[in-house]
């Protein structure tokens, strides 16, 4: 009884972390359907994006931008200015690793690009680690009640509902963009057969630059929110998560970004109720585990097309 | 006299871990630069090999450790063949499911399996001690050499300083020979199996894996075949590690140290290119070396120095595969009919 009754708050658990895996997923997956490669920096634009956001922040409270908090939230109005501008700083910072080095590497083909991604990975980690230092740094130490929901039998805080709905919002958006618009409608084209999308006058290049925006974008988004769930943020963050984004990203079905969103909740609560059953330091296994027994039944993920 | 005898007794201790590192990048160049098998988990396999021998041929546990298995006391050469094989089997087991699949597939389970490996080192304390790690793992022949050599200092004390000095450090002696001896076997064999048709099947897999399957080769046969073979090479580098350390934790097989690092030895030296994967770990392990001079005069604290460092060599990286992608020594053509 006491471990079915614990289920429905690790399933809650499970939802924070897995929309947050999710927002990072659909990145990978999208790197790996129109760029080709699988870019293991993912992670770390994750990380780069929180700590720009702690940096921006830190700028703001010391201009004498008021703390108030919204409302229940552990965080105002600072916090959300310097958390928008984070995303747009890091989406310049990727586009600009990408003119520098990616750009340059396309045509050496998806290994080589994936190999050079190992160096951006590490290189960025060090970094922050240079210019932070490895120990933890906070958003804030306010210590937030968490709100009892007697129905469910479940306690979630304020801000973890705010993540919940951030993800929400974000994939509802990310899919009207790839949906209705014509550069969704491109990236398809071009995710489906880069040099057919050529020839018929897609710009390539600018289907690349929005890759990375979005993909980008929701990486720092990503990271700033395991910023606010976790309290603090570290150098690792995003490269500690990376196992759990692929393998969200392979169960659902790799180069498709509604598989990313499906496998990335899988993930999460997998990850979340497996600490009823075994110790919380193997999370990273059972996410892992998971995604090689996918891997023996069907390579394609969940929603994968058929090759 | 002196300073020259420290500065030799440096360089000793930076061949051995170059060439331990030497070993590490053949079984890579087996997988990467001969087959075009991406394995990201180098670390993985290396502290796997390294925990295999050291529990094979280590002491039973003592009092104060962790650990409630394990220390049998074997000579080393069955740790390291245990090593190998131990590391081979897993390198089956992620093998299978993976091979098959586009390499990037293999790719994202190698960092499974290493931070698998990392994981169950650090938790499973009966077996490892948790993250105090394996203390005390007997080197190979010591108590004869070190005592020896002692017993000669103690039996000459007249010696000059420098000779002194000099000949206190003989296990190392014997030790760098020892990790050449196998760096230098391995070479050789590994060299034959290139050469053979073996080796023309799996540089042709690298090449075209379509083809060569249209050709009738079971090309997931022969990626397997490399596959285990480089991780049971790798399992040796672990095993040859442990035994000069004779101390191993978690924290010793960190992905920059155990993984990265290997990648950047291979690709500058040559993928593909035996020779090219032992000229790269003892050129990028000086430049490391190097470095770690270079940053004792900047203004930087010890944790800031090593992120430093660490750019560079990623910088380094970046660098050969925008402008020389094939390596210090690119691989050769070469027949693979037997002379």
């Known amino acids: 009884m006491t471990i079915l009754a614990r289920i429905p708050q690790l399933l809650v658990y499970g939802i924070i972390s ?27 634009f994750m990380a780069l994006g929180a700590y720009i956001a702690l940096g921006l922040f830190t700028l703001l409270t010391g201009l004498g931008i008021p703390n108030t908090t919204f409302g229940p939230l552990s965080f105002g109005f600072g916090f959300t200015v310097a958390f928008i501008l984070a995303i747009g700083l890091t989406v310049i ?37 240079f210019s932070w230092g490895p120990q933890p740094h906070y958003y804030n130490q306010l210590i937030q009640p968490a709100i009892l929901i007697p129905a469910l039998n ?78 603090f943020i570290t150098p690792e963050l995003g490269w500690q998560m990376l196992l759990s984004i692929f393998a969200g990203v392979v169960l659902g079905g790799i180069g498709n970004p509604y598989g990313a969103i499906l496998g ?18 193997y999370k990273p296994v059972v996410a892992f585990v998971i995604m090689i027994l996918m891997l023996l039944v069907k390579p394609t993920g969940l929603l994968g097309r058929k090759n | 006299m002196e300073h020259f005898v420290g500065i030799l007794n440096y360089i000793v201790f930076f061949a051995i ?19 075009g098998l991406f394995n990201i988990g180098i670390a993985g396999f290396y502290a796997l090999g390294a925990y295999t021998s050291a529990l ?78 394996l203390q005390q793992i007997p080197a190979p022949l010591y108590n004869s050499i070190h005592g020896a ?49 073996w080796g023309r099947v799996i540089r042709a897999i690298r090449e075209d894996e379509d083809a060569t399957a249209m050709l009738g080769k079971n090309t997931f046969s022969f990626k397997m075949q490399a596959l285990v073979l480089g991780a049971m090479i790798m399992g040796i580098g672990g095993s040859v590690y442990a035994h000069y350390a004779r101390f191993v934790s978690p924290a010793s097989f960190k992905p920059l140290y155990g993984t990265f690092i290997i990648w950047v030895m291979l690709i500058l030296g040559g993928s593909g290119n035996n020779k090219g994967a032992i000229l790269g770990s003892f050129t990028v392990w000086g430049i490391w070396a190097g ?29 050969i595969l925008l402008w020389r992608p094939q390596g210090l020594l690119p691989q050769k053509k070469h027949l693979s009919t037997p002379k």
């Not at chain 1, 190992?118 to 060090?126: D, H, K, P, T």
């Not at chain 2, 070479?187 to 034959?192: D, H, K, Q, S, T």
């Not at chain 2, 010890?302 to 970046?318: C, F, H, N, P």
Request: aromatic content about 10%.
């Open chain 1, 154 to 231: 479940i306690r979630i805080k304020p801000d973890e509902v705010f993540i919940i709905v951030v993800a929400i919002v974000l994939v509802v958006l990310v899919h009207a963009f790839m949906r209705y618009t014509k550069m969704g409608k491109a990236m398809r084209a071009m995710a489906d057969n880069a040099t057919l999308a050529q020839v018929t006058g897609i710009n390539t290049d600018r289907v690349i630059i929005w890759t990375w925006v979005i993909g980008a974008g929701l990486a720092a988004t990503a990271g700033i929110l395991a910023g606010i769930e976790n309290k």
């Open chain 2, 56 to 133: 094979i041929s280590g002491l039973p546990p003592s009092a104060w450790e962790g650990r409630t298995f394990g220390g049998f006391e074997l000579p080393f050469i069955f740790g390291l063949l245990g090593a190998a094989v131990v590391c081979g089997v897993v390198a089956l087991i992620i093998g299978a499911p993976t091979l098959r699949l586009r390499t990037d597939y293999l790719a994202i389970a190698t960092i499974g399996i290493a931070e698998t490996i990392r994981l169950v080192l650090s938790n499973e304390a009966w077996l490892t001690s948790g993250v105090w790690g």
């Open chain 1, 18 to 44: 897995g929309s947050i895996i999710s927002l990072g997923g659909i990145g990978v997956s999208l790197t790996y359907s129109i760029l080709g490669f699988s870019n293991f920096a993912h992670g770390d």
């Open chain 2, 17 to 35: 871990t170059a060439a331990t590192y030497g070993i590490l990048a053949l079984g890579l160049n087996i997988q990467w630069g001969n087959t």
């Open chain 2, 149 to 197: 050599t002692t017993r000669y200092l103690q039996g000459h004390p007249g010696l000059p300083m420098w000779l002194h000095d000099l000949i206190a450090k003989s296990y190392d002696w014997f030790y760098l020979a020892l990790v050449l001896a196998i760096l230098f076997i391995l070479y050789l064999i590994l060299e034959r199996l290139v050469r053979s048709p």
């Open chain 1, 264 to 281: 990335g909740m899988v993930i999460g609560i997998s990850e979340e109720v497996s600490t009823v059953f075994i110790s919380t330091g």
């Open chain 1, 93 to 129: 910072a990727v586009i600009l690793i990408d003119r520098l080095l990616f750009r340059r590497l396309r045509r050496a083909g998806p290994i080589i690009l994936m190999m050079s991604s190992i160096g951006v990975s590490l290189a960025l980690r060090n970094i922050l680690q």
């Open chain 2, 291 to 319: 470095t770690d001079f270079l940053t004792k005069y900047l203004p930087f604290s010890a944790t800031q120095s090593a992120s430093l460092r660490v750019i560079l060599i990623a910088i380094l990286l970046e660098v």
